[in-house]
């Protein structure tokens, strides 16, 4: 079993940035492939970005690329998610996400290839 903490979200101005972290503890979290997804008011939970057991693989939907960084830190069982010149579009939950598969394949797009789940944090975009 898996528990994952989302933290670092806040209120933001547009062209502004910020950092999530997600600190897993339990379970083999370097084993593990982390994604991001994100959930706005009244929409359904949409895929951000993932990555590899390694580091080695990134996906990003793309509206994000180019914006966003995932990366990881397997000593300290944490993946960020960098956001950086964020949009009012932006603003919603955002969850990070384990799937006990260590690489990525094409369903790391969705929202049922990931077991364990944080509870979110708010991320708010002011135009």
């Known amino acids: 079993q898996v528990q994952l903490v989302e933290s670092g979200g806040g209120l933001v101005q547009a062209g502004g940035s910020l950092r999530l972290s997600c600190a897993a503890s339990g379970g083999a979290f370097s084993n593990y492939a982390m994604g991001w997804f994100r959930q706005a008011p009244g929409k359904e939970r949409e895929f951000v970005a993932a990555?590899?057991?390694?580091?080695?693989?990134?996906y990003y939907t793309d509206s994000v690329k180019g914006r966003f960084t995932i990366s990881r830190d397997n000593a300290k069982k944490t993946v960020y998610l960098q956001m950086n010149s964020l949009k009012p579009e932006d603003t919603a939950v955002y969850f990070c996400?384990?799937?006990?598969?260590?690489?990525?394949?094409?369903?790391?797009?969705?929202?049922?290839?990931?077991?364990?789940w944080g509870q979110g944090t708010q991320v708010t975009v002011s135009s």
């Open positions: 990555i590899s057991w390694n580091g080695g693989s990134t």
């Open positions: 996400a384990a799937d006990q598969r260590p690489r990525l394949y094409s369903g790391s797009y969705y929202v049922e290839a990931y077991a364990y």
